[in-house]
T-cell receptor, first 113, second 115 residues
Framework: EADIYQTPRYLVIGTGKKITLECSQTMGHDKMYWYQQDPGMELHLIHYSYGVNSTEKGDLSSESTVSRIRTEHFPLTLESARPSHTSQYLC????????????FGPGTRLTVL | AQSVAQPEDQVNVAEGNPLTVKCTYSVSGNPYLFWYVQYPNRGLQFLLKYITGDNLVKGSYGFEAEFNKSQTSFHLKKPSALVSDSALYFCAVRDWTGGYNKLIFGAGTRLAVHP
């Protein structure tokens, strides 16, 4: 098992709430990623970071924001959750080389009522 | 742009039979290819990867994959399926286009192994 952690694992909240999904890794990886996974399985990259103070948007437009103040920590925030944000969110990390394996956290399943 | 395709949404196999989950890729240059497995309510777990060298790559849980450059394929295989192998399987390729380095995932294949 990879040393990458996500909390909470499950979250049910009401519309309009602000939420932060936590992701941390103890492997010293520079690169970190957030994916959104549809109920139908497909993975969509929504944010990535190449290191501290580096964040970029991914392929799928998302209303969420991320920050990377410490190497090991890459939280995702939704300022005002909506039912359309209901999904599984997966965090991942890897070392720098292109051949390096990308490791995933266990995911956070978010339900917005 | 790099891409991968998993042509089957679902694969059904009887326990004890060999299994194959298909993946084809389209890349410019040499591909870096990966297989992941996802169990219910879990993240993706790394199974194996092909970077260079031997075309037959061995991975976790008895899985292996064969890189075939002429057919641009990287099919996942296991000689004898277990019911516990039932899960979602994702093929991925490393992409360097668009100014950053990322994994491109296939749509996933659901493997169902029946007793």
């Amino acid at each position: 098992e990879a040393d990458i952690y996500q909390t909470p694992r499950y979250l049910v909240i009401g519309t309009g709430k602000k939420i932060t999904l936590e992701c941390s890794q103890t492997m010293g990886h520079d690169k970190m990623y957030w994916y959104q996974q549809d109920p139908g399985m497909e993975l969509h990259l929504i944010h990535y970071s190449y290191g501290v103070n580096s964040t970029e948007k991914g392929d799928l437009s998302s209303e969420s924001t991320v920050s990377r103040i410490r190497t090991e920590h890459f939280p995702l925030t939704l300022e005002s959750a909506r039912p359309s944000h209901t999904s599984q969110y997966l965090c991942a990390s890897r070392r720098t080389g292109p051949a390096d394996t990308q490791y995933f956290g266990p995911g956070t399943r978010l339900t917005v009522l | 742009a790099q891409s991968v395709a998993q042509p089957e949404d679902q694969v059904n196999v009887a326990e004890g039979n060999p299994l194959t989950v298909k993946c084809t890729y389209s890349v410019s240059g040499n591909p870096y290819l990966f297989w992941y497995v996802q169990y219910p309510n879990r993240g993706l777990q790394f199974l194996l990867k092909y970077i260079t060298g031997d075309n037959l790559v061995k991975g976790s849980y008895g899985f292996e994959a064969e890189f075939n450059k002429s057919q641009t394929s990287f099919h996942l295989k296991k000689p004898s399926a277990l019911v516990s192998d039932s899960a979602l399987y994702f093929c991925a390729v490393r992409d360097w286009t668009g100014g950053y380095n990322k994994l491109i995932f296939g749509a996933g294949t659901r493997l169902a192994v029946h007793p």
